[in-house]
């Protein structure tokens, strides 16, 4: 993986317009989730649940990129700090999954509940929550619920409609369009704590 990074990276050129492009869709995908956010009345402010505990994984390298681009404004000393953390939870999280344990560990950028790279986070930390729709390929369109936090403040309130599938759809062709550009045929999958632990 370390010299398909390096060859990523080393083409920034190329890629740097990819992350406008991104900036754009992520732009399109907070404007709705404030939207949605109104009509329920749902404002997060962090619960025992918080989602930065939930181990989600990331699919492409664009998001990869635009968390690098995010740790990159960081000051060394922080930038080392995270790594270390980062580090640390990769090292918990496969001695928890050696002892067949639940892995419960925080986002390496979560810092006393507040997100250091809030205007980097991937797509799913800017989506999650809300009860919405999916209409995959093959197939029948799924309605999921939101986060027990939001059942338990908001769960009465009439489900608006919410169809991520266009905004999935969105990223998925910016990263096809950007992988062809970069000339990687490889998949991503990862943590936050494995993409920072990768740099
Ligand atoms: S990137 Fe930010 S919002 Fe996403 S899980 Fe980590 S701390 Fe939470």
């Not at 560990?105 to 009860?131: E, F, K, Q, T």
């Not at 093959?138 to 936090?149: A, V």
């Not at 769960?155 to 759809?169: E, N, Q, V």
């Amino acid at each position: 993986m370390n010299a398909l990074i390096d060859k990523i990276i080393s083409q920034e050129e190329k890629y740097s317009v990819f992350l406008q492009r991104l900036e754009l869709i992520f732009n399109k995908m907070d404007n709705k989730y404030n939207e949605l956010c109104e009509y329920y009345g749902f404002y997060c402010t962090g619960c025992e649940d918080n989602c930065c505990f939930t181990r989600f994984y990331h699919h492409t390298f664009a998001e990869y990129l635009y968390m690098k681009k995010g740790l990159d404004t960081l000051a060394p000393a922080n930038r080392k700090e995270i790594a270390q953390k980062a580090l640390s939870i990769c090292r918990q999280t496969s001695e928890l999954e050696k002892s067949g344990l639940p892995v419960h560990l925080p986002c390496p950028l979560n810092y006393d509940g507040m997100c250091v790279l809030y205007a980097y986070r991937p797509m799913i930390c800017r989506l999650h929550g809300i009860p919405h729709e999916l209409a995959l390929p093959g197939r029948e369109r799924k309605i999921n619920p939101g986060c027990d936090e939001f059942n338990a403040k908001c769960g009465s309130k009439k489900y608006m409609k919410f169809d991520r599938t266009h905004l999935y759809a969105e990223l998925a062709g910016l990263e096809s369009s950007m992988k062809k550009e970069l000339n990687i045929s490889e998949r991503i999958k990862m943590t936050i704590a494995q993409m920072i632990s990768s740099l």
